[in-house]
């Protein structure tokens, strides 16, 4: 199930409240946590986001095509494809491939390193080298017009100053619930934005909600983990949303096939070889459905 954690993670969101007016919707008994097993909890979530490879690790890189499906509260829905990559589940290292339209060669490249200090780069088919981008930019939309953005893959709020708020029922499982306030740059670009709340899941120390909270505990910005699945002997996430209060819209992000059990070399995921594309044979591909 730590696997199914490590996708949530690489692919970050979990489910929205249509009420978002409503205080963080945690319902129901769970084991009320003493701050030294809160703060072990949290330390744990950390070093688990932290994971990182020293060299080449055989047969445990993984590649998922997802989808990514906007729905805005009026008009057209709109959708694009994209391909996740990691060197193995419970990487902190990852890389994501967004075409823009049809064609082959018009796409957009992001690495994303997570930690205290989280990096992202991207890379364009128009452009001659990757970029590194700013804390601010990665709250920018990873598409235009849609919501998930490059802050929501990482969840680098982690690595915040976190407090253990309570615990309760969340989507109907025991979880423990922290506060993280949103340090100055983020609320340079999301000014109503004052702190996110995290829920991880009692049994498996998974996310299953994450919200940016506003005033009067207005939920902006939640994300939700809508289903799971198991692929051989590992869990990796179906399907997530990502819902912005203002616009009323939703961005769900859906892996439609997954290829596991791959030799993904590490210096892939070099922000100096983000130019070069991964290539996995498409029979290796098995669907989600």
Known sequence: MGNYFLAFLVL?????????????????????????????????????????????????????????????????????TGILYGPFLGSGVSRLSVGHNTQKN?????????GEDPKFWNFTSNELEPTLISPEESLEPLVQGMN????????????????????????????????????????????????????????????????????????????????????????????IDCRDRKSRSVTRMKVISAALSLDLDESLFRPENLVQPIQVDPKLYRSTD
């Not at 097993?37 to 095509?65: I, K, P, T």
């Not at 995290?198 to 983990?225: F, H, N």
């Open 12 to 80: 970050a969101t979990t489910a929205f409240t249509l009420e978002s007016s409503v205080r963080f919707p945690v319902r129901g008994f769970s084991k009320i946590l003493s701050v030294e097993s809160a703060q072990e909890r949290l330390s744990d979530f950390r070093s688990f986001l932290l994971s990182e490879s020293n060299g080449s690790r055989f047969h445990e890189g993984y590649s998922l095509q997802i989808q990514l499906r906007h729905m805005p509260s009026r008009g057209s829905e709109t959708v694009k």
């Open 148 to 239: 998930q953005t490059p802050f929501d893959l990482l969840m680098p709020f982690v690595f915040w100053d976190g407090k253990y708020k309570n615990s309760g029922k969340v989507a109907g499982r025991p979880a423990h619930i922290f506060d993280f306030t949103c340090p100055p740059w983020v609320t340079k670009v999301k000014p109503h934005w004052k702190k996110i709340t995290l829920a991880l899941d009692d049994e498996y120390s998974a996310p299953l909600r994450v919200e940016a909270l506003g005033k009067g505990q207005i939920a902006e910005r939640t994300l939700i983990l809508r289903s799971f699945k198991k692929m051989g002997h590992r869990w990796i996430v179906k399907e």
């Open 106 to 114: 018009n796409f957009t490249n992001f690495l994303l390193k997570n």
